[in-house]
């Protein structure tokens, strides 16, 4: 079944190497402990997201939660 794809948010924690993807501009619903956030992007509707994550289980995640978190993968020195 498909449906409408969702505008999806995607926060940055500006003290963990954290990365987010919520369904309001304001990323209302992300989780205190990693606080501060700061919105680093936006992936529009029919746009696939960033890493080849998966849409589905982002948006997935977003209704069931209120976000889905990912971390970011350090460069090999």
Do not use: T
């Not at 079944?1 to 987010?20: D, P, R, V, W």
């Not at 696939?48 to 990912?70: C, D, T």
Request: hydrophobic share 40%; charged share 15%; with cysteine.
């Amino acid at each position: 079944m498909k449906g409408l794809l969702m505008q999806i948010y995607i926060f940055a924690s500006e003290q963990h190497e954290l990365c987010a993807f919520v369904g309001d501009s304001a990323g209302s619903q992300l989780p205190s402990q990693f606080a501060p956030w700061r919105q680093a992007g936006v992936v529009a509707p029919g746009q696939a997201p960033p890493h080849n994550l998966s849409r589905f289980r982002i948006e997935s995640a977003i209704k069931m939660h209120g976000y889905q978190l990912w971390r970011l993968k350090r460069p090999s020195d």
